[in-house]
């Protein structure tokens, strides 16, 4: 990874990520190679595995120490990148983005989460290059620029043939099944997919005690093994509608909604920052409240059902050149 061993053109991206987090970690190397940068991957928290995880989420203060250990010993001594992306970067700290400006030209740092979930990047943020998020109410709080996400993988869908009127493809949180149960109960979609994942049994237990009316009534449709990508995608293109829900802590449009627009799938959620994005046309989704009336939802519904598919597609490519602009 040393410099002087790259050709005049190329360029060195140390790129630092959650690893095995869905497959985010090969497309954003592989846009990043397209680009013409040569790519160092590294975990955002060390140690890796679930140890990591916990003390990450829990913010435990060893975790920062290791990090910077373990990341300065394998990818910073001996090696100089023009630049370093940062994504989530639980285990990061103020120290260590010191310490990475001595072998890193330009530093930038991405949240796909909300501050108020993944807080780390607060100590540091400002520490940096350039800091973006996804979520439009940190960026407003904060004065930040909001980049929004992307669709990763299906190509543009031109004819589509709807197999449901419906579909939802989700984790169990919050109050997700209970908003799922709403729009089905409402729209009483004749035919329609919704595949429901538990990470564990205590996750299930939990959210078993939370809602067990729902959990009994959906019992076949929730499984501790998530949808495989190649049938999630197959699902979207075959579907009128899908499901968005986006949690109490985030305001950030969702993976799902730009995959959505690759296969022109209409969206309801309850997210209310929609409206914010210039790739998503008004008929193409609805933003339905908890509490909001199951008349407006069937109105909207109907309404949609009838407009031809406007929304832009917005690719990683895309997304890539945001976070890179100056």
Known sequence: MNREGHSETMKSCLLIIQRRFYSYEKHISEALKAKGYSVEVANDEYPEGIVGKIL???QIPVIFSITYQT???RYLNKNKYDLALIFKGRGVSKR???EMFKSVDRIIGYNWDSFQL??????????????CTFDYRD???LSLPVIELFSSAVPLLNDKESKYELCC???SHSSRIRYIDKIVSILKPERAFISIYEMNFITLVLNFVMNPRLYIKYRKNISFKPLPYSEY???MRSSQFTIDYAHYTQTGIT???FEAITTKTKIITNNLYMSRSHHFDAGDYIVFGENDSPEALVQAYTERQAKPYASRPRTISDFIDDLLAT
């Open 118 to 131: 993944n807080r780390s990047p607060l100590k540091w943020y400002d520490a940096i290059s350039k800091y």
């Open 255 to 257: 993976m799902r909604c």
């Open 96 to 98: 260590l983005i010191l």
């Open 71 to 73: 990341i300065t010993k």
């Open 139 to 141: 960026a407003d709080r």
């Open 169 to 171: 493809v989700v984790r």
């Open 233 to 235: 995608s197959d699902v």
């Open 56 to 58: 990450g989420k829990m």
